[in-house]
Nanobody, 121 residues
Framework: QVQLVESGGGLVQAGGSLRLSCAASGSIFSLNSMGWYRQAPGKQRELVAVAHRFGSTSYADSVKGRLTISRDNAKNSVYLQMNSLKPEDTAVYFC???????????????WGQGTQVTVSS
């Protein structure tokens, strides 16, 4: 079984910074991507950023230039450095892992429990 444990959320003023961390444990395959999603009250969960094991990354347009995703494959961990935070970044942030044993194998998906990020104006 796979577990994702997040940390680093909190309350910050607009313009401030936070760093989220997520560590995966259990049976981790080499073909995987790790990312962050967020869900604000009354809204659907949305992709924030994703980092593939072999280096590529992608971001939601709303966070480009402000949020940076990185990962440490040796620690099966992913991080989200959040700078220049805005009140609209307020949400519960969820860590996500997608993985498969081989290119043509089924994909499995896992979620963390979520961590609250609140940005005050």
């Amino acid at each position: 079984q796979v577990q994702l444990v997040e940390s680093g959320g909190g309350l910050v003023q607009a313009g401030g910074s936070l760093r989220l961390s997520c560590a995966a444990s259990g049976s981790i395959f080499s073909l995987n991507s790790m990312g962050w999603y967020r869900q604000a009250p009354g809204k659907q969960r949305e992709l924030v950023a994703v980092a593939h094991r072999f280096g590529s990354t992608s971001y939601a347009d709303s966070v480009k230039g402000r949020l940076t995703i990185s990962r440490d494959n040796a620690k099966n961990s992913v991080y989200l450095q959040m700078n220049s935070l805005k009140p609209e970044d307020t949400a519960v942030y969820f860590c996500n892992l997608k993985q498969r044993r081989a290119l043509i194998a089924d994909e499995f998906e896992y979620w963390g429990q979520g961590t609250q990020v609140t940005v005050s104006s």
